[in-house]
């Protein structure tokens, strides 16, 4: 299987920053980095491929920019040198309280609270280097602190979502609704549960797109533009 370029430097990348026992971006301007919330197939991981393309097409700097998606969890794992199996309990959604203090009695996974806060404060590292496309995980609310980010929410008709999810997974339009409401349900979980926030409210986006109505390729110009408005213009001194 072809791997994105994006996702090809991201472990090396986080590797060389997670590693480091300084903060290499000091003393510079936070940003840019780009934040995708999603409704379940509304195009966000290809959208986050686009853009990744747009912005590096004309980027000057030596750096690319990068998505983020599964891996940064798998690289989080493996900085604390947890196993990587641990990251079917770390889904976009909330473990039970009881699924997880009994793990962590019987010693099958720490602290899942931990684990998340630890997810969250890799994101807000990557954001500040600059650079960054991060998709889900509640990355907007993460990193809502963070200057120059550009926070976008995608969404989209149920019906025009279920015939993209079913071509994605080979499935039928009816499976691919109730797959979709059920993803949707799980990541409205997961923010309320470790942001206290609402991943529907428009006011936590710079951007809401329907992607039932903007082509992907249409939006990644859109974002774009955002993204070099909120650029940190290097100082000549």
């Known amino acids: 299987m072809n791997t994105h370029p994006g996702l090809e430097t991201a472990g090396a990348y986080l590797h060389v920053q997670m590693g480091s026992t300084g903060t290499p971006w000091a003393g ?23 853009l990744a393309l747009r912005l590096n097409a004309e980027t000057p700097e030596p750096r690319s ?20 199996h641990l990251a079917r309990f770390l889904p976009e959604d909330k473990v039970s309280e009881i699924s997880s203090s009994v793990g962590e009695l019987v010693g099958l996974h ?47 008709p149920a019906e025009h979502r279920a015939r993209h999810m079913a ?7 009816a ?4 797959h979709n409401a059920k993803r949707d349900l799980a990541r409205e979980r997961y923010v309320r549960t470790n942001f206290n926030a609402a991943i529907k409210d428009p006011v936590a986006y710079d951007l809401v797109i329907d992607t ?3 082509h992907l390729t249409e939006a990644a110009e859109v974002i774009a533009t955002l993204v070099h408005a909120r650029t940190p213009v290097k100082s000549t001194a």
């Open 28 to 50: 510079k301007p936070e940003g840019p980095f780009v934040t995708i919330s999603r409704e379940s197939g509304a195009g966000g991981s290809s959208l986050a491929r686009a």
């Open 65 to 84: 920019w990068t998505v983020y998606t599964g891996n940064l969890i798998e690289e989080m794992l493996q900085h604390h040198h947890l196993s990587p």
């Open 110 to 156: 720490p602290n899942l609270w931990d684990l998340v806060q630890k997810t969250n404060e890799l994101m807000r590292r990557l954001a500040r280097g600059g650079h960054a496309i991060l998709v889900g995980r509640g990355a907007n609310f993460a990193t809502a602190a963070i200057n120059n980010g550009v926070h976008i929410r995608l969404v989209g």
């Open 167 to 173: 071509r994605l997974q080979q499935m039928t339009e």
């Open 175 to 178: 499976d691919a609704l109730a």
């Open 212 to 214: 039932g109505r903007v």
